[in-house]
């Protein structure tokens, strides 16, 4: 779970990322979460775009990305973009998060 001052300092890393994943209207699949959880590990902050013909609102495309991804964290929704994080299991994070 992230804290307050964690989340503000992710939003501020991600401030400059461009949407990596885009869910259409057929909402979120697993061959969309499969991927997601190869990207989260190299990436570890990703963005993810909700599609206006999305038949899914944001708040449960986030919950479904979270239950098929683990240890994936909703960091933030603004709008129809979403973020999320997760540390790197295979290098030191490039987002040491603060206490």
Known sequence: MLTSKQRQFLK??????KPVMHV????????Q???????VDSLELVKIKINQNSFED???AAAALCAA????EHVW???????FF???R??????PLPT
């Open 12 to 17: 501020a890393e991600a401030h400059h990322l």
């Open 24 to 31: 259409g209207k057929g909402g979120v699949s697993p061959a």
């Open 33 to 39: 979460a499969t991927e997601l959880d190869v990207m």
């Open 58 to 60: 944001e708040a449960s």
């Open 69 to 72: 991804v683990p240890g994936l």
């Open 77 to 83: 929704t603004i709008g129809h973009t979403m973020l």
């Open 86 to 88: 997760r540390p790197s």
């Open 90 to 95: 295979a290098h030191d994070t490039r987002y």
